[in-house]
């Protein structure tokens, strides 16, 4: 699989350069979204992934691997470099180390779950896709990569809705 550039915490920031994030509201607590995110299902109730297993074992800290694929021929291995949990507040960021989709040059993910004030949570997802070819391969693939996003954002929504 052909190696990604690693990606640093601090260009996961809303409004940068192909940096796309949404954010959404639960009712259920920062626990319950936390234990859903490092469950051994992950993300399952996202359709454009067909599966997402651990290849690190418990307990998880940065250091921690992944496989994400997402279909026949097309998977990643991830790498979390930071890992963060509290009772108010939960983190965890990975970039991509290695990636069978072709074009892509860094490609980087962070969860954040936040406690709101008077019950339930605030499930933010950071992603951050930079594809070869500099700006103009990114102004191209800019329209797919929303709606890659719209359709986490959807499936997402719907999940973390339910039963609320």
Same mark, same amino acid.
């Given at each position: 699989?052909?190696?990604?550039?690693?990606?640093?915490?601090?260009?996961?920031?809303?409004?940068?350069?192909?940096?796309?994030?949404?954010?959404?509201?639960?009712?259920?607590?920062?626990?319950?979204?936390?234990?859903?995110?490092?469950?051994?299902?992950?993300?399952?109730?996202?359709?454009?992934?067909?599966?997402?297993?651990?290849?690190?074992?418990?307990?998880?800290? =940065?250091?921690?691997? *992944?496989? %994400?694929?997402?279909?026949? $021929?097309? /998977?990643?291995?991830?790498?979390?470099?930071?890992? #963060?949990?509290?009772?108010?507040?939960?983190?965890?960021?990975?970039?991509?180390?290695?990636?069978?989709?072709?074009?892509?040059?860094?490609? =980087?993910?962070?969860? *954040?779950? %936040?406690?709101?004030?008077? $019950?339930? /949570?605030?499930?933010?997802?950071?992603?951050?896709? #930079?594809?070869?070819?500099?700006?103009?391969?990114?102004?191209?693939?800019?329209?797919?990569?929303?709606?890659?996003?719209?359709?986490?954002?959807?499936?997402?929504?719907?999940?973390?809705?339910?039963?609320?």
């Amino acid at each position: 699989m052909p190696s990604l550039r690693p990606v640093a915490s601090s260009e996961l920031v809303a409004g940068a350069p192909g940096v796309i994030e949404f954010s959404v509201r639960s009712a259920r607590s920062v626990d319950w979204v936390w234990d859903e995110l490092t469950s051994d299902d992950p993300l399952h109730w996202c359709k454009a992934l067909r599966s997402v297993r651990w290849t690190s074992p418990r307990p998880f800290a =940065a250091g921690t691997t *992944r496989r %994400v694929v997402l279909g026949p $021929g097309v /998977s990643a291995d991830e790498i979390f470099y930071s890992w #963060e949990e509290s009772e108010q507040r939960c983190e965890m960021a990975f970039y991509v180390q290695t990636a069978t989709a072709p074009g892509l040059s860094r490609l =980087a993910e962070r969860y *954040r779950v %936040v406690a709101q004030p008077g $019950g339930g /949570s605030v499930f933010t997802w950071t992603l951050l896709v #930079e594809p070869i070819g500099g700006p103009i391969a990114a102004r191209l693939a800019a329209p797919a990569l929303k709606l890659a996003a719209a359709s986490l954002r959807r499936d997402t929504e719907k999940f973390f809705s339910r039963g609320s």
